[in-house]
Each structure stands twice: as structure tokens, then as C-alpha cells.
């Protein structure tokens, strides 16, 4: 059974910077894709940034320029930095992994969130 874990999120004044991390654990064949979400009160869960295998990266129109994806693949990790935030970036931020199992069947797993609070 592979789990996300995620660290990072907090509260942070407008303009500011933070780092989010998120480690996949469990017995897995490769990972193909890993991604962040985020989920604001009221409203549905969106694509952030998302980092395919390969070197492939997309980004929310609204992040461009400000958020970085990047990944550590010899340890499951992907990291989201985030620059010169805004309010409307305040949210609940999910972990996002497909990967083929030991079966080489493909999965997805969520992690569990982490809040993230910009303030002006």
C-alpha cells in the first residue's frame, strides 16, 4: 500500500514564500507522475502543477511564474515552491501520485492535505 505524507504548509503574509514536500512510501514499480492540488472553502479541487516522468512539467495559469515544481526521484519526493504569494492562493494543498504497482497495474493516491493560509 503506498501513502503520501506531506509537510510544509502553514501561514504566511502576503508576498512571502513556502515549501511544500511530499514523500510517496510503500512497494511501488515506478511512479509515472506526481502533482499538487489545492482546494479552497467553497469552491472544487484544481491542478496546481504536476511533474510527469520525464521531465514534464504543467502549471495552473494562475501559479505560473510564482510555484515550482520539482521532484527528488531516487526518493519519491515532490516539492512545491511557492513565491510572492497571494490570499487567493490560501487552501487546502493535496499530494498526487500515479504509479504502477507491483502488478504494473496503475494506481493513484492522495495525500492527506496540507493548509496553506496567505494573509494580506
Known amino acids: 500500500q503506498v501513502q503520501l505524507v506531506e509537510s510544509g504548509g502553514g501561514s504566511v503574509q502576503a508576498g512571502g514564500s513556502l515549501r511544500l514536500s511530499c514523500t510517496a512510501s510503500?512497494?511501488?514499480?515506478?511512479?509515472?507522475?506526481m502533482a499538487w492540488y489545492r482546494q479552497a472553502p467553497g469552491k472544487e479541487r484544481e491542478l496546481v502543477a504536476d511533474?510527469?516522468?520525464?521531465?514534464?512539467?504543467n502549471y495552473a495559469e494562475s501559479v505560473k511564474g510564482r510555484f515550482t515544481i520539482s521532484r527528488d526521484n531516487a526518493k519519491n519526493t515532490v516539492f512545491l515552491q511557492m513565491n510572492s504569494l497571494k490570499p487567493e492562493d490560501t487552501a487546502v494543498y493535496y499530494c498526487?501520485?500515479?504509479?504502477?504497482?507491483?502488478?504494473?497495474?496503475?494506481?493513484?493516491?492522495w495525500g492527506q492535505g496540507t493548509l496553506v493560509t496567505v494573509s494580506s
Open positions: 511533474s510527469i516522468s520525464g521531465g514534464r512539467t
Open positions: 498526487n501520485a500515479r504509479y504502477l504497482d507491483t502488478t504494473y497495474r496503475n494506481r493513484e493516491v
Open positions: 510503500g512497494r511501488l514499480f515506478r511512479i509515472n507522475a
